[in-house]
T-cell receptor, first 114, second 113 residues
Protein backbone atom coordinates (compact mmCIF):
# COMPACT_ATOMS: atom_id res chain seq x y z
CA UNK A 1 0.00 0.00 0.00
CA UNK A 2 1.12 3.52 -0.65
CA UNK A 3 2.35 5.44 2.36
CA UNK A 4 4.17 8.60 3.32
CA UNK A 5 6.42 8.90 6.35
CA UNK A 6 7.62 12.09 7.95
CA UNK A 7 9.94 10.77 10.64
CA UNK A 8 10.18 13.98 12.65
CA UNK A 9 7.11 15.12 14.57
CA UNK A 10 8.85 18.29 15.75
CA UNK A 11 12.00 20.05 14.62
CA UNK A 12 13.56 23.04 16.34
CA UNK A 13 15.90 25.29 14.35
CA UNK A 14 17.57 28.57 15.19
CA UNK A 15 16.60 31.56 13.07
CA UNK A 16 19.07 31.89 10.22
CA UNK A 17 20.06 28.23 10.32
CA UNK A 18 19.45 25.77 7.51
CA UNK A 19 16.52 23.38 7.50
CA UNK A 20 15.83 19.94 6.13
CA UNK A 21 12.52 18.17 6.64
CA UNK A 22 12.40 14.52 5.70
CA UNK A 23 9.77 12.72 3.67
CA UNK A 24 9.86 9.09 2.58
CA UNK A 25 7.22 7.42 0.47
CA UNK A 26 6.26 3.94 -0.56
CA UNK A 27 4.97 3.61 -4.10
CA UNK A 28 5.82 1.35 -7.02
CA UNK A 29 6.03 3.90 -9.80
CA UNK A 30 7.15 7.50 -9.96
CA UNK A 31 4.75 9.40 -7.78
CA UNK A 32 3.53 12.95 -7.85
CA UNK A 33 5.05 14.62 -4.79
CA UNK A 34 3.97 17.70 -2.88
CA UNK A 35 4.98 19.76 0.11
CA UNK A 36 2.40 21.91 1.88
CA UNK A 37 2.64 24.33 4.78
CA UNK A 38 -0.01 25.08 7.37
CA UNK A 39 -0.01 27.98 9.82
CA UNK A 40 -2.02 27.47 13.02
CA UNK A 41 -5.77 27.52 12.43
CA UNK A 42 -5.35 27.95 8.69
CA UNK A 43 -5.68 25.88 5.56
CA UNK A 44 -2.78 24.32 3.70
CA UNK A 45 -0.71 26.16 1.12
CA UNK A 46 1.29 24.44 -1.60
CA UNK A 47 5.04 25.06 -1.30
CA UNK A 48 6.22 23.02 -4.26
CA UNK A 49 5.53 19.93 -6.32
CA UNK A 50 7.38 17.34 -8.37
CA UNK A 51 5.85 15.53 -11.32
CA UNK A 52 8.80 14.76 -13.57
CA UNK A 53 12.03 16.20 -14.96
CA UNK A 54 14.62 17.98 -12.86
CA UNK A 55 14.73 16.28 -9.48
CA UNK A 56 15.53 19.51 -7.64
CA UNK A 57 12.45 21.69 -7.53
CA UNK A 58 12.13 25.24 -6.35
CA UNK A 59 9.10 26.47 -4.49
CA UNK A 60 7.73 29.55 -2.84
CA UNK A 61 9.20 31.28 0.21
CA UNK A 62 12.73 30.13 -0.63
CA UNK A 63 12.06 26.41 -0.20
CA UNK A 64 13.38 23.64 -2.40
CA UNK A 65 13.04 19.88 -2.43
CA UNK A 66 14.95 17.06 -4.03
CA UNK A 67 13.43 13.86 -5.35
CA UNK A 68 15.71 10.86 -4.84
CA UNK A 69 14.24 7.78 -6.43
CA UNK A 70 16.86 5.44 -4.99
CA UNK A 71 15.98 6.54 -1.47
CA UNK A 72 12.23 7.04 -2.05
CA UNK A 73 12.64 10.45 -0.53
CA UNK A 74 11.50 13.99 -1.20
CA UNK A 75 13.16 16.12 1.47
CA UNK A 76 12.36 19.80 1.89
CA UNK A 77 15.16 22.28 2.43
CA UNK A 78 15.71 25.93 3.11
CA UNK A 79 19.16 27.51 3.49
CA UNK A 80 18.17 30.06 6.13
CA UNK A 81 14.95 29.98 8.09
CA UNK A 82 12.99 32.98 9.29
CA UNK A 83 10.73 33.19 12.32
CA UNK A 84 7.78 33.36 9.93
CA UNK A 85 8.58 29.82 8.74
CA UNK A 86 7.29 28.40 12.01
CA UNK A 87 4.39 26.21 10.94
CA UNK A 88 3.49 22.61 10.24
CA UNK A 89 4.73 21.02 7.04
CA UNK A 90 3.06 18.16 5.23
CA UNK A 91 4.41 15.90 2.53
CA UNK A 92 1.91 14.23 0.19
CA UNK A 93 2.01 11.70 -2.61
CA UNK A 94 -0.40 11.42 -5.52
CA UNK A 95 -0.36 8.15 -7.37
CA UNK A 96 -1.65 9.03 -10.79
CA UNK A 97 -4.88 9.03 -12.77
CA UNK A 98 -6.29 5.93 -11.22
CA UNK A 99 -5.80 7.09 -7.67
CA UNK A 100 -8.52 9.07 -6.08
CA UNK A 101 -6.60 10.90 -3.44
CA UNK A 102 -3.38 12.25 -2.10
CA UNK A 103 -1.65 10.19 0.59
CA UNK A 104 -0.52 12.42 3.43
CA UNK A 105 2.30 12.31 5.90
CA UNK A 106 1.52 13.07 9.55
CA UNK A 107 3.28 16.40 9.39
CA UNK A 108 6.36 17.99 10.95
CA UNK A 109 5.99 20.95 13.23
CA UNK A 110 8.79 23.47 12.78
CA UNK A 111 9.76 25.57 15.78
CA UNK A 112 12.10 28.52 15.30
CA UNK A 113 14.41 29.59 18.12
CA UNK A 114 15.24 33.30 18.18
CA UNK B 1 -10.04 36.16 -6.71
CA UNK B 2 -10.23 32.43 -7.32
CA UNK B 3 -10.24 30.16 -4.35
CA UNK B 4 -12.10 28.02 -1.89
CA UNK B 5 -14.36 29.46 0.75
CA UNK B 6 -15.34 27.54 3.84
CA UNK B 7 -17.92 28.79 6.25
CA UNK B 8 -18.29 29.28 9.08
CA UNK B 9 -14.77 29.49 10.50
CA UNK B 10 -15.97 28.42 13.95
CA UNK B 11 -19.01 26.30 14.67
CA UNK B 12 -20.48 25.06 17.91
CA UNK B 13 -22.92 22.20 18.04
CA UNK B 14 -24.87 20.56 20.79
CA UNK B 15 -24.65 16.83 21.12
CA UNK B 16 -27.29 15.06 19.04
CA UNK B 17 -27.57 17.80 16.44
CA UNK B 18 -26.63 17.60 12.79
CA UNK B 19 -24.59 20.46 11.39
CA UNK B 20 -23.60 21.38 7.83
CA UNK B 21 -20.26 22.87 6.83
CA UNK B 22 -20.16 24.89 3.64
CA UNK B 23 -17.49 24.67 0.94
CA UNK B 24 -17.59 26.69 -2.28
CA UNK B 25 -14.94 26.97 -4.99
CA UNK B 26 -14.67 29.17 -8.07
CA UNK B 27 -11.59 27.49 -9.53
CA UNK B 28 -13.63 25.37 -11.95
CA UNK B 29 -12.12 22.26 -10.41
CA UNK B 30 -13.77 18.91 -10.95
CA UNK B 31 -12.56 17.20 -7.79
CA UNK B 32 -13.42 18.23 -4.26
CA UNK B 33 -12.48 16.73 -0.91
CA UNK B 34 -13.27 16.89 2.77
CA UNK B 35 -10.57 16.19 5.31
CA UNK B 36 -10.61 15.96 9.05
CA UNK B 37 -7.57 17.10 10.99
CA UNK B 38 -6.84 16.17 14.59
CA UNK B 39 -3.65 17.08 16.46
CA UNK B 40 -0.79 14.77 15.56
CA UNK B 41 -2.79 12.79 12.99
CA UNK B 42 -2.30 14.69 9.78
CA UNK B 43 -5.17 14.78 7.30
CA UNK B 44 -7.74 12.03 7.05
CA UNK B 45 -10.06 11.85 4.06
CA UNK B 46 -13.78 11.86 4.80
CA UNK B 47 -15.35 12.07 1.34
CA UNK B 48 -14.28 13.06 -2.13
CA UNK B 49 -16.08 13.86 -5.35
CA UNK B 50 -14.67 13.65 -8.86
CA UNK B 51 -17.69 15.01 -10.71
CA UNK B 52 -21.10 16.50 -10.03
CA UNK B 53 -23.68 14.11 -8.58
CA UNK B 54 -21.01 11.60 -7.66
CA UNK B 55 -19.01 11.15 -4.48
CA UNK B 56 -17.09 8.41 -2.72
CA UNK B 57 -16.34 7.54 0.87
CA UNK B 58 -12.88 8.16 2.16
CA UNK B 59 -11.17 6.55 5.11
CA UNK B 60 -13.42 7.92 7.87
CA UNK B 61 -16.85 8.49 6.29
CA UNK B 62 -18.95 7.06 9.14
CA UNK B 63 -21.14 9.73 10.71
CA UNK B 64 -20.74 12.13 7.79
CA UNK B 65 -22.69 12.83 4.62
CA UNK B 66 -22.09 15.00 1.55
CA UNK B 67 -23.78 16.15 -1.63
CA UNK B 68 -22.44 17.46 -4.93
CA UNK B 69 -25.35 19.03 -6.78
CA UNK B 70 -23.24 21.80 -8.28
CA UNK B 71 -19.64 21.82 -9.44
CA UNK B 72 -18.83 24.72 -7.16
CA UNK B 73 -20.30 23.37 -3.95
CA UNK B 74 -19.55 20.36 -1.73
CA UNK B 75 -21.23 20.70 1.67
CA UNK B 76 -20.44 18.32 4.50
CA UNK B 77 -23.00 17.31 7.12
CA UNK B 78 -21.74 16.05 10.43
CA UNK B 79 -24.50 13.89 11.80
CA UNK B 80 -25.32 12.88 15.34
CA UNK B 81 -23.93 9.46 14.49
CA UNK B 82 -20.39 10.86 14.46
CA UNK B 83 -19.03 9.86 17.86
CA UNK B 84 -16.30 12.43 18.18
CA UNK B 85 -17.00 15.33 15.84
CA UNK B 86 -14.88 18.00 17.51
CA UNK B 87 -12.10 18.66 14.98
CA UNK B 88 -10.75 20.97 12.32
CA UNK B 89 -12.35 20.34 8.93
CA UNK B 90 -10.66 21.22 5.67
CA UNK B 91 -12.19 21.38 2.22
CA UNK B 92 -10.01 21.14 -0.88
CA UNK B 93 -10.33 20.99 -4.63
CA UNK B 94 -8.15 19.97 -7.54
CA UNK B 95 -8.33 19.70 -11.31
CA UNK B 96 -7.87 15.95 -11.19
CA UNK B 97 -7.85 13.54 -8.33
CA UNK B 98 -4.44 12.45 -7.13
CA UNK B 99 -2.48 13.90 -9.99
CA UNK B 100 -2.65 17.62 -9.46
CA UNK B 101 -2.15 19.80 -6.47
CA UNK B 102 -5.03 20.44 -4.12
CA UNK B 103 -6.11 23.91 -3.08
CA UNK B 104 -7.44 24.32 0.42
CA UNK B 105 -9.97 26.46 2.18
CA UNK B 106 -9.21 28.11 5.51
CA UNK B 107 -10.97 25.41 7.49
CA UNK B 108 -13.87 25.17 9.93
CA UNK B 109 -13.29 24.38 13.56
CA UNK B 110 -16.24 22.42 14.92
CA UNK B 111 -16.72 22.09 18.65
CA UNK B 112 -19.38 19.97 20.27
CA UNK B 113 -20.66 21.50 23.50
Amino acid sequence: AQSVTQPDIHITVSEGASLELRCNYSYGATPYLFWYVQSPGQGLQLLLKYFSGDTLVQGIKGFEAEFKRSQSSFNLRKPSVHWSDAAEYFCAVGAGYSNYQLIWGAGTKLIIKP
Amino acid sequence: DGGITQSPKYLFRKEGQNVTLSCEQNLNHDAMYWYRQDPGQGLRLIYYSQIVNDFQKGDIAEGYSVSREKKESFPLTVTSAQKNPTAFYLCASSLQTGRTEAFFGQGTRLTVV
